[in-house]
Structures are given as C-alpha cells and as structure tokens.
C-alpha cells in the first residue's frame, strides 16, 4: 500500500480539498498521512479522511522521509511561507527527501510563478489527483 502525505498549513483548506479528492480516485488502497504546520490545518485534514495526522515541525521532519508521495501547496517547500508557518527545518525536509513531490501552485507569498496556471483551486486538485499521482502509483 502507497502512502501518501498531505501537508498544508493555516486553515488547512488545501489540504483537505486534495485528500477529498484522493478518498473519491482511490478509496483505502492507499495511506494518506496529513501534516499540518497548525492543529486547525491538521484538523480539517483529518475531517477529509485523512487515515493518520501529526501538526507541527518534528511530524513533517520524521514521516516525510518514509512516504512514496508528497502532496501540497508550493509554499510548504519555502522557509517562513504561510505567515512562519512553515519552518526552515520543515522546508528542508520536504525538499530533501527522496519522495517525489506533486504541488500546487497557490500561496500568499510575495512570489510570481511564471507559468504557473491561474486556475481555481478545485480544477488543480483535479489535475494533480487524474494527470499527475498516477504516473507515482502506477505500480500500487
């Protein structure tokens, strides 16, 4: 069984939306671990279906390195992203591991990402859940 981590911060809403999504494509033939930056974000994770969550800088320090697959917003691979949510410690875990990370390009950073797609939150998670997570599960 595949696991997945689903790491989002502030009100968790990302997450969640992403953890629907995979509940709705996948069912329970994969693991879905939530990191959450807060226990709010952590929380709405959880409520999604989440199977496992942990909030906070050591839970995204030691899960991120046993997971097959990484999902989130971009800024949770940005020291002091998400108003300082997101530690310089997280941030260099989640860019360090071996795991292959699919993110969406939303945050409230000061930050362009130039040819990134401008599309509504719902339309990402779509793209990421039916034209990017299968090419990492493809042998689950």
Not at 77 to 85: F, I, K, S, V
């Amino acid at each position: 069984m595949k696991r997945i981590c689903v790491i989002d911060g502030q009100g968790g809403g990302i997450g969640a939306a992403i953890i629907r999504a995979l509940k709705n494509q996948y069912g329970e033939t994969i693991e879905i671990l939530s990191l959450g930056t807060n226990a709010v974000a952590t929380s709405q994770m959880l409520k999604a279906g989440a199977n496992r969550g942990a909030t906070g800088e050591n839970p995204v320090i030691r899960t991120v390195p046993n997971v097959d697959l990484i999902l989130g917003p971009v800024a949770i691979t940005w020291p002091n992203a998400m108003m300082g949510e997101v530690t310089v410690r997280m941030a260099e875990a989640i860019t360090s591991t071996k795991a292959p990370k699919i993110l969406i390009p939303l945050h409230q950073e000061n930050t362009v990402l130039v040819g990134s797609s401008r599309e509504p939150l719902p339309h990402l998670v779509e793209t990421m859940i039916h034209a990017h997570v299968p090419e990492v599960l493809k042998d689950a």
